[in-house]
């Protein structure tokens, strides 16, 4: 199996930039398929972006593409979340999430395993 920890969240204010990192330990991380997702108070976990195995293949949620890049580097077992333009909506815990299957999901059911999540917040 596979251990993620998040880190990078914070306080920002509207229009700024934060750069999260989830990084890997245990089984090769470049069997891996990465996701972002994130979850507000009194919210469902919803899905904001995902990275193939080698880092080729990226989608995003609609509500942040063009704003946030995910991106990954299999050498430093981490994958990145650039999130720029941060408005008050994306204020949630974020979560990286690791799936076996290569191909995309926007699911959270179908990735293996998770980190603990940390906090952004962006103030107006």
């Known amino acids: 199996q596979v251990q993620l920890v998040e880190s990078g969240g914070g306080l920002v204010q509207a229009g700024g930039s934060l750069s999260l990192s989830c990084a890997a330990s245990g089984r090769t991380f470049s069997s891996y398929s990465m996701g972002w997702f994130r979850q507000a108070p009194g919210k469902e976990r919803e899905f904001v972006a995902f990275?193939?195995?080698?880092?080729?293949?990226?989608y995003a949620a609609d509500y942040v593409r063009g704003r946030f890049n995910i991106s990954r580097d299999n050498a430093r077992n981490t994958v990145y979340l650039q999130m720029n333009s941060l408005k008050p909506e994306d204020t949630a815990v974020y979560y990286c999430?690791?799936?076996?299957?290569?191909?995309?999901?926007?699911?959270?059911?179908?990735?293996?395993?998770w980190g603990q999540g940390t906090q952004v917040t962006v103030s107006s």
């Open positions: 999430a690791a799936r076996l299957a290569a191909y995309y999901s926007g699911r959270y059911g179908e990735y293996d395993y």
């Open positions: 990275i193939s195995r080698s880092g080729g293949t990226t």
